[in-house]
């Protein structure tokens, strides 16, 4: 049962890897992105009007990404007052029935967040006229990974040899 849990958990921080990639790139391009702003708004007079609306929908995207990776090591809120002073099965099948609540919350954010998406195309942004479904597709693609990680941790609570000590505790690999 162990072997299911440590591969669970690998397959987590394989995935967490790549969220963490991405959310670093998405930061350095919005860094990157508002120093442009300033100096074409103070220093260099180019009529670039991109960098506003860009650095809005970097800062959004990057802030949905990072929730995948809050649940990838348990850095999500729990209730610690109640979870920690219960006998073990009951923090085990607590701990999976959060996950499993959260993993339907993101799935069905996944499912509206398509269809948000898709009618996206219709409307524009208000400074480049961009299809909106552009910064939208942030929001499904954000709730899949999230689901995903939630997916992956609720198999390892749930097939772990050791319950969970706190709803918050880090999972480090090799932990099991």
Request: proline share 4%; hydrophobic share 60%.
């Amino acid at each position: 049962m162990s072997e299911i849990a440590n591969t669970a958990r690998r397959w987590s921080l394989r995935v967490n890897r790549v969220v963490e990639i991405a959310c670093v790139v998405l930061l350095a391009l919005l860094v990157l992105d508002v120093w442009l702003g300033v100096l074409v708004r103070y220093l260099i007079p180019l009529p670039l009007t991109f960098t506003e609306e860009l650095a809005r929908y970097l800062m959004i995207w990057m802030a949905l990404l990072a929730v995948s990776s809050g649940i990838a090591y348990r850095e999500h809120i729990g209730v610690e007052f109640i979870f920690g002073r219960l006998p073990a099965k009951m923090r085990r099948w607590l701990a999976v029935s959060f996950d499993a609540m959260a993993f339907l919350f993101f799935a069905l954010l996944f499912l509206y967040g398509l269809g948000f998406t898709i009618r996206g195309f219709s409307r524009f942004t208000m400074i480049n006229a961009i299809p909106k479904a552009y910064p939208f597709a942030g929001v499904p693609l954000a709730a899949f990974m999230a689901a995903l990680q939630l997916l992956l941790v609720g198999i390892h609570d749930f097939f772990s040899a050791r319950a969970p000590e706190r709803t918050g505790a880090t999972l480090v690999q090799g932990e099991e």
